[in-house]
Nanobody, 124 residues
Framework: QVQLVESGGGSVQTGGSLSLSCAAS????????MGWVRQAPGKEREWVAY???????AYADSVKGRFTASRDSAKNTVYLQLNSLKPEDTAIYYC??????????????????WGQGTQVTVSS
């Protein structure tokens, strides 16, 4: 049984920083892509970032230049460093993993496994 367990998150003021991490277990191979998706109250899930097995990264325009994703592929672990946080970054952040080598990893629907979510709250 595949499980993704997140840690980190919390509450900060505008301009602050937070770190998230996510460790996967129960999967014997390396995920082609691991990433992060967030959901703000009353809104749909929004893809935030991914790191593919080759180490390449991609970011949503809304977080580019402020967030940094990284991964340890050997451990199927992914991280997200959130800097220069804004109130509009407030959301539940979900770790996600895809087993699809040809998936559209910038779309939330391309991910097969999900973490339980961790709250990030940014106050003004």
């Amino acid at each position: 049984q595949v499980q993704l367990v997140e840690s980190g998150g919390g509450s900060v003021q505008t301009g602050g920083s937070l770190s998230l991490s996510c460790a996967a277990s129960g999967y014997s191979n390396t995920f082609p892509s691991m990433g992060w998706v967030r959901q703000a109250p009353g809104k749909e899930r929004e893809w935030v970032a991914y790191v593919h097995i080759g180490g390449g990264e991609a970011y949503a325009d809304s977080v580019k230049g402020r967030f940094t994703a990284s991964r340890d592929s050997a451990k199927n672990t992914v991280y997200l460093q959130l800097n220069s946080l804004k109130p509009e970054d407030t959301a539940i952040y979900y770790c996600a993993a895809s087993v699809d080598w040809g998936g559209r990893w910038s779309e939330a629907r391309s991910y097969n496994y999900w973490g339980q979510g961790t709250q990030v709250t940014v106050s003004s």
